[in-house]
């Protein structure tokens, strides 16, 4: 099983300001990778796959970037719609994983 | 537009069989995608459950495998989760949703409790 980790487990950001999400697997996963945002009650929602590539309708202000076994998600100019917890997910390998989460919350 | 929706029992006894199924508008199932559950347990992160292809082609998370069963009604557009044995560890909010290259599409998700 690849086990996929990620930091800081919280982070507060003051809005305008960027944030920056780690995630990391315990093998290479390539850049079979993405990024989810959730909010309380309800469904995640993708924000990155390759690593790199925006999900539709995404705003330009999230970026994902990495390969291998190492990766970030980049918030820029936090707006108060971010708030939530973000996930980090391979889908290398038959059986997929996802990380714990990363908390963002408005400073 | 993509939409799923998932539907089945909230309540099921221990001992019992979860059965859900997810409804699909918007595209063929039998469209190049993995049609997958994603569960999360009360105040926890995301667990993988497992998928299946329209040809029938399933995986499963090692941890299920041996009460799981996923299959797919193309005349209904839709697919199905079954669970046996279910215990108290198998409550959660389950959601369907369709991969290709990530989780493009999920449904709302619904909560199913097991208790007696």
């Known amino acids: 099983e690849i086990v996929m980790t990620q930091s800081p487990a919280t982070l507060s950001v003051s809005l305008g300001e960027s944030a920056t999400l780690s995630c990391r697997a315990s093998?290479?996963?390539?850049?079979?990778l993405a990024w989810y945002q959730q909010k309380p009650g309800h469904a995640p929602r993708l924000l990155v796959y390759?690593?790199?590539s925006r999900a539709t309708g995404i705003p330009a202000r999230f970026s994902g970037s990495g390969s291998g076994s190492e990766f970030i998600l980049t918030i820029s100019s936090l707006q108060s719609e971010d708030f939530g917890i973000y996930y980090c997910q391979h889908y290398n390998h038959w059986r997929k994983t996802f990380g714990p989460g990363t908390k963002v919350d408005i400073k | 537009q993509v939409q799923l929706q998932e539907s089945g029992p909230g309540l099921v006894k221990p001992s019992g069989t979860l059965s859900l199924t997810c409804a699909v508008s918007g595209v063929s199932i039998s469209s190049p995608n993995w049609w997958t559950w994603v569960r999360q347990s009360p105040g926890k992160g995301l667990e993988w459950v497992g998928e299946i292809y329209h040809g029938g082609t399933t995986y499963y998370n090692p941890s299920l495998e041996s009460r799981i069963t996923i299959s797919v009604d193309k005349s209904k557009n839709q697919f199905s989760l079954n669970l046996s044995s279910v215990t108290a560890a198998d409550s959660a909010v389950y959601y369907c949703a369709r991969q290709f290259h990530g989780f493009h599409s999920w449904g709302q998700g619904t909560l199913v409790t097991v208790s007696s």
């Open positions: 390759g690593a790199s």
């Open positions: 093998q290479s996963v390539g850049n079979n």
